[in-house]
């Protein structure tokens, strides 16, 4: 069964720390992306890699980087945490012909 | 810039009532166009999809035609269950391949009643 699996559930961190959100999937894809999820504004795209140490910005990397060392693990990076980066974090997976894969996202708060 | 357009939630209805969930898009090109489903506490699921005009997509009762002539994707059901109540998200690929990135509408709350 295809996998991809988002290391935490709910995350609270404080403003100005450092966070990282991991994504691993199984499926041996070459694709992956991170989306941000907010009420009203559906999803929006914030960095993809369609290769490994590949990263390219998606709508709004601002605030955001990326690590990509393993084909399987995309980690997306909040260098220094502001409240506006409260949001879900959605991680997907796709190859070419069976489409895109989701994680059942992350909760994260921001205080 | 490519962009989808969702009809404005949320919807509700009762058991057995035909659904309508409208979505119109904007794009270069000729995208491929999706309907995802997230239900309660979960990532987003492939409903169906259409890669080219006049295609139909279906699954589990739901349906949509993908019509270039008024760029649109309407999601459709005869007759709606309460296990469908979730959010559906209309979204088009930048490029042919279903894998290629994904631009993705506002969703829709859709609540079914018993």
């Known amino acids: 069964d295809v996998k991809v699996t988002q290391s935490s559930r709910y995350l609270v961190k404080r403003t100005g720390e450092k966070v990282f959100l991991e994504c691993v999937q199984d499926?041996?894809?070459?694709?992956m992306f991170w989306y941000r999820q907010d009420p009203g504004l559906g999803l929006r795209l914030i960095y993809f890699?369609?290769?490994?140490?590949?990263?390219e910005k998606g709508d709004i990397p601002e605030g955001y980087s990326v690590s990509r060392e393993k084909k399987e693990r995309f980690s997306l990076i909040l260098e220094s945490a502001s409240t506006n980066q409260t949001s879900m974090y959605l991680c997907?997976?796709?190859?070419?012909?069976?489409?895109?894969?989701f994680g059942s996202g992350t909760q994260l708060s921001v205080l | 810039g490519n962009s989808v357009t969702q009809m404005e939630g949320p919807v509700t209805l009762s058991e057995e009532a035909f659904l309508t969930i409208n979505c119109t898009y904007t794009a270069t090109g000729y995208p491929s166009l999706f309907w995802y489903v997230q239900y309660p506490g979960e990532g987003l699921q492939l409903l169906l999809k259409?890669?080219?005009?006049?295609d139909k997509g279906s699954n589990k009762g739901f349906e949509a035609t993908y019509r270039k002539e008024t760029t649109s994707f309407h999601l459709e059901k005869g007759s709606v269950q309460v296990s469908d109540s979730a959010v559906y998200f209309c979204a088009l690929s930048e490029g042919q391949a279903s894998g290629s990135r994904l631009t993705f509408g506002e969703g829709t709350q859709l609540t079914v009643n018993p």
């Open positions: 499926m041996d894809h070459e694709n």
């Open positions: 890699s369609y290769d490994v140490k590949m990263k």
């Open positions: 259409a890669t080219k005009a006049d």
């Open positions: 997907a997976s796709s190859s070419q012909v069976e489409g895109l894969f």
